[in-house]
């Protein structure tokens, strides 16, 4: 049996305490602090963003995005970026173009 350098250990000790960007839906509903089933109601709502285009999986940063501008944090914010984000994202969806 082949045993580990202290290297190796270390690298995969450093990558297990790197939070992922990428989330799954139970990760990402935690991260909220909310069920999975509140999660997709959120999603439903339009109150956080739905899953990376052709992935299962939540940006993390797009989440902090929308909550940020949900709760008031960052008056800067007023909601445009997370809106010119909905708005590609609808028209993808419908196949008609974003109004900018």
Same mark, same amino acid.
């Given at each position: 049996?082949?045993?580990?350098?202290?290297? /190796?250990?270390? =690298?995969? +000790?450093? @990558?297990?305490?790197?939070?992922?960007?990428?989330?799954? $839906?139970?990760?990402?509903? *935690?991260?909220?602090?909310?069920?999975?089933?509140?999660? /997709?109601?959120? =999603?439903? +709502?339009? @109150?956080?963003?739905?899953?990376?285009?052709?992935?299962? $999986?939540?940006?993390?940063? *797009?989440?902090?995005?929308?909550?940020?501008?949900?709760?008031?944090?960052?008056?800067?914010?007023?909601?445009?970026?997370?809106?010119?984000?909905?708005?590609? $994202?609808?028209?993808?969806?419908?196949?008609?173009?974003?109004?900018?």
């Amino acid at each position: 049996m082949r045993r580990k350098n202290n290297k /190796t250990t270390a =690298i995969h +000790r450093v @990558i297990a305490e790197v939070a992922p960007r990428l989330l799954t $839906r139970e990760q990402a509903a *935690a991260y909220c602090g909310i069920g999975t089933t509140t999660f /997709t109601a959120w =999603i439903r +709502r339009g @109150i956080i963003p739905g899953p990376v285009s052709e992935t299962h $999986r939540f940006d993390r940063k *797009a989440i902090d995005a929308a909550l940020d501008v949900l709760s008031r944090i960052d008056g800067k914010l007023e909601g445009n970026a997370f809106d010119r984000w909905k708005a590609r $994202r609808h028209a993808r969806q419908t196949g008609g173009s974003p109004s900018r």
